[in-house]
């Protein structure tokens, strides 16, 4: 498997090599969306590889795997691969209970295709099916959802207590 690095903005990838024998002819790369083994990537028909002629830019909302593809002036080929490079630059959602009157207990949604943590005044929850019940208490909340490139998203939160209702007849 591949290890996974994340970011928020473009990324540019530079492959270099060398070749001491009969010295480097070409490099050519292919973005893969998903991760080959040595004998898939070393399959893939010449069509799909292109040839590098400087740095990749990788844009926003990405998610690939680079293959290098080095070929020496005999024909002799290495092919090497990237982790794979996750570019996100969407921040994590915080939507709450279309049916929440903001009185009483109060469930919050966080959701990011690559969400990471969720924070409730600095301290760390666990979701269930992605949700998260705060009791009511009178209180501010800050509620923060941080995704793995490090997007974040914070929302302020005031839970009234529970309301009491009296019905006094005479």
């Not at 070409?26 to 002629?53: G, H, M, N, R």
């Not at 923060?144 to 009296?166: C, H, M, P, Q, R």
């Amino acid at each position: 498997g591949v290890d996974t690095q994340y970011f928020k903005a473009s990324q540019e990838v530079t492959i270099t090599a060398e070749d001491l024998g009969s010295g480097l002819d070409k490099i050519y790369y292919y973005l893969a969306t998903e991760v080959l083994t040595d004998a898939e990537a070393a399959a893939l028909k010449s069509t799909v590889w292109t040839e590098y002629t400087g740095p990749i830019v990788i844009d926003p909302q990405a998610d690939v795997i680079v293959y290098a593809k080095a070929v020496d002036k005999d024909g002799n080929k290495v092919i090497i691969n990237s982790d794979r490079i996750v570019v996100d630059s969407i921040v994590p959602e915080i939507t709450f209970d279309e049916n929440e009157n903001y009185y009483g207990d109060t469930t919050f949604e966080a959701k990011d295709t690559y969400l990471d943590k969720v924070y409730v005044d600095g301290e760390e929850v666990t979701l269930t099916d992605g949700k998260y019940t705060i009791d009511a208490d009178g209180e501010e909340h800050t509620i923060t959802a941080v995704d793995k490139a490090g997007n974040e998203s914070s929302f302020f939160y005031f839970i009234t207590a529970k309301s009491l209702w009296l019905d006094v007849t005479a």
